[in-house]
């Protein structure tokens, strides 16, 4: 039996039985796994309010030759987040970005450098005031980690994004470009550091447009991607 003791981000739980939970959990040390959490299911256990999505935590856990699912036999919490899990907004954000997360991570899939920029980027979110721009960010960004970050151009011509390249191209096509405003404004993110692009002022018809285009991109970018469908919730709060 292997002992491992890794920082953790929860993603998401489902019931497992009367008094467990199954914990969907993004480790440094083993990826992406799955882990069966006793006592966590009891209205009064202090491990179901930890595991909420995007709490940053330390785990320790037990794992057995030829099972899928791990054990939990300690949890705590590694750093306090006063404000992601009570601001709707942030809340919405921690919603829609934990799916994204869930639905593109591989499983087992060991990368230090993807763990800590989300690590990081939970802790910027918490943070800042303005979040307006935060998921847009945030996934253009992933996107490097996953190998197909966005590839500019220094063709003057090339004013439409390609969805299935991952290239700037001079030719609209239908479901497979996104249009010179949306495609202009993700070279603009792409190109910035963190603090420019929260405080960018854009308008909620073109950040939907480039929410919606960037959804596309990952469902072009990753075989067999289940939809996402948060982002229609995180689109009204952000929106009123």
């Known amino acids: 039996?292997?002992?491992?003791?890794?920082?953790?981000?929860?993603?998401?739980?489902?019931?497992?039985?009367?008094?467990?939970?199954?914990?969907?959990?993004?480790?440094?040390?083993?990826?992406?796994?799955?882990v069966i959490v006793r006592g966590g299911n009891s209205k009064r256990s202090n491990k179901r309010r930890l595991l909420a999505p995007f709490s940053l935590l330390h785990a320790n856990l037990s794992a057995k030759s030829g099972r899928d699912l791990m054990s939990l036999?300690?949890?705590?919490?590694?750093?306090?987040?006063?404000?992601?899990h009570s601001q709707l907004a942030k809340s919405s954000l921690v919603m829609f970005l934990s799916e994204v997360l869930l639905k593109t991570l591989e499983?087992?899939?060991?990368?230090?450098?993807?763990?800590?920029?989300?690590?990081?980027?939970?802790?910027?979110?918490?943070?800042?005031?303005k979040t307006s721009n935060f998921h847009l960010w945030f996934l253009i960004k992933l996107s490097e980690f996953y190998g197909f970050a966005?590839?500019?151009?220094?063709?003057?011509?090339?004013?439409?994004f390609d969805l299935v390249s991952g290239e700037f191209c001079d030719r609209f096509r239908e479901k497979e470009t996104a249009?010179?405003?949306?495609?202009?404004?993700?070279?603009?993110?792409?190109?910035?550091?963190?603090?420019?692009?929260?405080?960018?002022k854009i308008s909620n018809s073109e950040r939907?447009?480039?929410?919606?285009?960037?959804?596309?991109?990952?469902?072009?970018?990753?075989?067999?991607?289940?939809?996402?469908?948060?982002h229609h919730i995180l689109e009204t709060v952000l929106n009123d």
Not at 73 to 84: G, K, Q, R, S, V
């Open 1 to 34: 039996m292997d002992q491992i003791s890794t920082k953790a981000i929860p993603l998401h739980t489902i019931k497992y039985s009367d008094s467990a939970l199954i914990a969907r959990l993004f480790t440094r040390e083993c990826g992406l796994v799955g």
């Open 73 to 84: 036999t300690d949890l705590a919490l590694e750093l306090p987040l006063p404000h992601i």
């Open 107 to 129: 499983e087992h899939y060991v990368n230090h450098a993807l763990f800590d920029f989300v690590w990081d980027a939970i802790q910027a979110l918490d943070q800042v005031d």
């Open 150 to 160: 966005p590839h500019p151009s220094e063709r003057t011509s090339a004013v439409y």
């Open 179 to 200: 249009n010179v405003a949306t495609s202009a404004l993700l070279a603009t993110i792409a190109g910035m550091k963190f603090d420019r692009a929260i405080d960018l």
């Open 208 to 230: 939907k447009a480039l929410l919606d285009a960037l959804i596309s991109y990952y469902g072009f970018q990753i075989s067999g991607l289940k939809e996402i469908n948060s």
